[in-house]
């Protein structure tokens, strides 16, 4: 059984930054059985959308369009954290956004059988 605990949301600026942290427990390390950690979201009367997954064995990053460029998921493996760092923010980013695990690094709610109880970014002025 995984837990999965998010951080870092808040309200900023547009244009501004956040980095959100997801802190995975439960397991020795990242678990070998969930090599995807991923960031989802959900905004007010929209349906849960993937933002980006790390496979915690080999690194490989994924991103949904809406985001590339801006955002920058890692991981730190000595931490069993994955943060999501967020650049030049915009209002349609405003959201509840999600950690979840995964055994495959895919941006679908379906794939994902863990999830955090989630952190709330508002983007505005």
């Known amino acids: 059984q995984l837990q999965l605990v998010e951080s870092g949301g808040g309200l900023v600026q547009p244009g501004g930054s956040l980095r959100l942290s997801c802190s995975v427990s439960?397991?020795?390390?990242?678990?070998?059985?969930?090599?995807?950690i991923g960031w989802f979201r959900q905004a007010p009367g929209k349906e849960r959308e993937g933002v980006s997954c790390?496979?915690?064995?080999?690194?490989?990053?994924y991103y949904a369009d809406s985001v590339r460029g801006r955002f920058t998921i890692s991981r730190d493996n000595a931490k069993n954290t994955v943060y999501l760092q967020m650049n030049s923010l915009k209002p349609n980013d405003t959201a509840i956004y999600y950690c979840?695990?995964?055994?495959?690094?895919?941006?679908?709610?379906?794939?994902?059988?863990?999830w955090g109880k989630g952190t709330l970014v508002t983007v505005s002025s």
């Open positions: 979840a695990a995964g055994i495959l690094c895919i941006l679908s709610d379906v794939a994902m059988e863990y």
């Open positions: 790390i496979n915690t064995s080999d690194g490989n990053t």
């Open positions: 439960g397991a020795s390390g990242f678990p070998l059985d969930y090599h995807g």
